[in-house]
C-alpha cells in the first residue's frame, strides 16, 4: 500500500500544480480582465470570486512549496486548506450557482475534500516524507496506508 501512496503524493503534486496555475489565470483575469480561457463565472459576487482564486492559488503553492521543502506542517495546512475550499464550496453552491449538477458536483468536492484529508492524516508515506525521514524507514505507529 506504500506504493500506491506515493504514487498519490506525486500525483497530488501534478494536480497542485495544475491549481497554482489555474488559481494564477484566475487571478490574471480577475485584475485585468485579460483572459486566455474565461475562468470567471458571472454568478458570483465580486468579492466571492476573489476569494475563490485566492483559496485555489494559496491550497496549490501550499502543497507544492510544502512537497518541495518537506515542510512537516503540509498535511495538516492542506487539510486546513480542503476545510476553507469546502467551505467556500458551500457559499458558492448554494447562494450563487444555478446550474442543473451543482449539488451532484458540491458533494464530489466535499467527499473528496475528506478523503484526501483521511489521507493525509493515515499515510505512512506522508509521515515518513514530510518528517524527513529517508523512504526505507519503518512507519511510524498507527500508520494504516
Known amino acids: ?3 500506491a501512496s506515493s504514487v ?6 501534478l494536480v497542485n500544480i ?3 496555475l489555474w488559481g494564477v489565470l484566475g487571478f490574471l483575469e480577475y485584475l485585468t480582465g485579460f483572459a486566455l480561457i474565461p475562468l470567471q463565472n458571472p454568478n458570483f459576487p465580486s468579492g466571492t470570486q476573489f476569494m475563490h482564486w485566492l483559496t485555489i492559488t494559496a491550497s496549490g503553492l501550499i502543497y ?4 518541495i ?3 512537516r506542517y503540509t498535511p495538516y495546512a492542506m ?3 480542503y476545510a476553507m475550499l ?5 457559499v458558492e453552491t448554494f447562494d450563487f450557482m444555478t446550474a442543473e449538477w451543482r449539488y451532484r458536483s458540491y458533494i464530489n468536492e466535499i467527499m473528496l475534500y475528506l478523503l ?3 489521507y493525509f492524516l493515515q499515510s505512512g508515506f506522508v509521515k515518513r516524507y514530510f518528517s524527513g525521514r529517508s523512504a526505507g524507514a519503518p512507519d511510524p505507529p498507527s500508520a494504516a496506508i
Do not use: D, P
Open 18 to 20: 495544475g491549481m497554482t
Open 116 to 118: 484526501l484529508s483521511w
Open 79 to 81: 487539510i486546513v486548506s
Open 86 to 90: 469546502g467551505t467556500l464550496c458551500t
Open 64 to 67: 507544492l512549496l510544502g512537497f
Open 8 to 13: 498519490l503524493a506525486y500525483l497530488l503534486l
Open 1 to 3: 500500500m506504500t506504493k
Open 69 to 71: 521543502t518537506r515542510w
